[in-house]
């Protein structure tokens, strides 16, 4: 997602050290028996989820949700595709709430100007301004930025950088305003890591200097995309460092006097094994949005509706809390090492383990790290184990129902050499920040076209790259909407051509971390600026 924040940068510098060639679905590292969450208490209610379905999502990313300040509209952001423009930058699109639910989101470009990309929006009724986040903008300060507008009859005008004093070198976004304007909650990674900020306002309308919020909410990892309650005693917020179910989860901290207490999980089903961020909910807290990334979804991220009431019996059924051993029972977890076939060294892989029909969990091993995840003992399982260079491997297992303690797994993995399969390949160059296909670059289909049809047992991979302007996060994700724009093109041409290929194309990214040519200079950043297409024999 081309949005300023699902992914921490540092977090991704982090794993880069690991994986130099990091693609889009990075899984968590599961721990087995770490700390429960402490979970919040929903008062005697149950929380109900609502798939949205297409009314609201699409196959693209959609998230930051946030209610208009009447609360009668829902506004957020997607990256879509849309007829009138040939890119898929993140633009606003708003539903209407209406007593039979909501309406089908509709494009609305209130800030008249539809290149500009918007992300996370929060809405300031009492001075009538819109806090928004930009990106690589030619009056920024950093890598994204805290941006500034007037409300005017419902359109964005007076379009300005919130300044040097809120805004850094780095990365600044998710803005969530108080209800009465007065104090501004924002993510930013001034200090290495996803924090959470904020600054409050002067009487001669600047800011103060922003203050780190501190513990108990930020932690050594990244929280980020804070909603602040209308009262303005709880804060909600993303984070993938307190004891959750998934990845980043979403926490809710209360105001005690001067201080906040320590975060209260949200529990299912606002979070799952996913990303859950994005939180947004009414006055009484009974209606929420919130965008995850979860399967059953439309396509990456989906926006989300939570209904939380006393009248409901039980919890939505494909949204419980993830199954656990009987609490008599010891805990069983496997333990994976995967190494090569041929030296018995260990290898980065990806790893998807999935019991009958259940929701599928991914994890990594990183170096001669073991990666390891909790089971159920007596129940059937496989694992798909695959990493790049090598053949993917499915292996099913089980343990007998007393098993417990830790049992590992070594997993072999058999070397294939791409290169020598490669029977062609080309390259697509990219204009700056841009993944749209340039006209002149797309000469190369008929020979795609003439090449699958003699070789339809074929495998075609698109690799996204970039060059070194602007963040490992952001580049990761430039990288891999090149390869995806470049895979969606090549994948109607193929349609139009009449032609059927066997095999999905794949698609990776690299961003910064592969160029071929220098970054020092104008020509050397456009050779890097690309996407290299390969078709690859299988047989």
Same mark, same amino acid.
């Given at each position: 997602?081309?949005?300023?924040? #699902? ?95 909501? /309406?089908?989101?509709? !494009? ?86 996803? $924090? +959470?900020?904020? *600054? ?35 804060? !909600? ?49 009974? /209606? /929420? ?43 069983? #977890? ?14 980065? *892989? ?10 599928? +969990? ?5 170096? $001669? ?21 090598? $053949? ?9 129902? $007393? *098993? ?84 969606? !093109? ?6 139009? *051509? ?42």
């Amino acid at each position: 997602m081309n949005t300023p924040g #699902i992914f921490s940068d540092t977090h991704m510098r982090k794993l880069r050290t690991y994986f130099p060639a990091i693609g889009l679905a990075l899984a968590v590292l599961l721990q087995a028996c770490g700390a429960p969450p402490k979970l919040v208490d929903h008062e005697g209610k149950t929380a109900r989820l609502v798939r949205l379905g297409k009314t609201i999502n699409s196959s693209a990313d959609d998230f930051a949700p946030q209610l208009t300040p009447t609360a009668d509209a829902l506004i957020f952001t997607s990256n879509r595709e849309l007829p009138q423009f040939d890119d898929e930058i993140d633009r606003l699109f708003i539903s209407q709430r209406m007593e039979d639910g909501l /309406t089908k989101a509709k !494009y609305d470009p209130v800030n008249k100007d539809p290149d500009i990309k918007v992300g996370a929006v929060s809405y300031d009724p009492v001075n009538s301004e819109v806090f928004f986040v930009q990106c690589y903008m030619p009056d920024g300060y950093g890598d994204c930025d805290l941006y500034i507008a007037d409300v005017v009859d419902g359109e964005w005008k007076n379009v300005r950088n919130a300044g040097p004093v809120l805004n850094s070198i780095e990365w600044d976004a998710h803005p969530s305003i108080s209800r009465d304007g007065t104090t501004l909650y924002f993510a930013t990674e001034r200090d290495g890591q996803s $924090e +959470i900020y904020y *600054a409050t306002r002067k009487g001669g309308g600047g800011w103060s200097n922003p203050v780190n919020i501190g513990p108990p909410i930020n932690t050594g990892g990244d929280e980020k995309s804070p909603f602040i309650s209308n009262d303005g005693e709880k804060l !909600y917020f993303a984070s993938d460092d307190h004891p959750g179910y998934g990845q980043l989860d979403m926490f809710v901290s209360e105001k005690r006097g001067r201080q906040w207490a320590p975060p209260l999980n949200m529990g299912v089903p606002y979070n799952s094994r996913e990303d859950d961020v994005f939180f947004t909910t009414t006055s009484t807290g009974d /209606t /929420t949005f919130l965008a995850s990334n979860r399967d059953g979804g439309e396509g990456g991220f989906d926006i989300y509706q939570i209904i939380r009431s006393s009248k409901f019996e039980s919890d939505t059924p494909d949204e419980k809390e993830p199954p656990k051993p009987p609490a008599e029972k010891k805990p069983l #977890i496997v333990r994976y090492a995967v190494l090569n076939g041929f030296t018995y060294e260990p290898i980065h *892989a990806y790893l998807s383990l999935d019991t009958e029909g259940q929701e599928e +969990i991914e994890i990594q091993t990183i170096g $001669e790290a073991k990666a390891q995840t909790q089971i159920l003992a007596g129940k059937e399982y496989a694992t798909t184990v695959s990493a790049p260079g090598f $053949e993917t491997q499915v292996e099913e297992f089980s343990y007998p129902p $007393e *098993a417990h303690g830790i049992k590992d797994r070594r997993i072999l993995l058999i070397p294939v050499d791409e290169e020598e399969r490669k029977i062609y390949s080309f390259v697509v160059e990219f204009d700056f920040d841009l993944f749209n296909i340039r006209p002149e670059e797309r000469k190369h289909l008929d020979s795609v076209v003439a090449l699958l049809k003699e070789f339809p047992d074929s495998k075609v991979v698109a690799s996204g790259h970039t060059d070194a302007k602007g963040t490992v996060n952001y580049n990761i994700r430039l990288g891999y909407n090149r390869a995806k724009s470049v895979s969606k !093109y090549v994948e109607r041409y193929l349609k139009q *051509a009449g032609v059927r290929i066997k095999n999905e194309m794949e698609i990776r990214t690299y961003g910064e971390s592969m160029p071929v040519d220098t970054n020092e200079t104008d020509e050397g950043r456009q050779r890097n600026r690309r996407v290299e297409i390969a078709i690859v024999r299988l047989k």
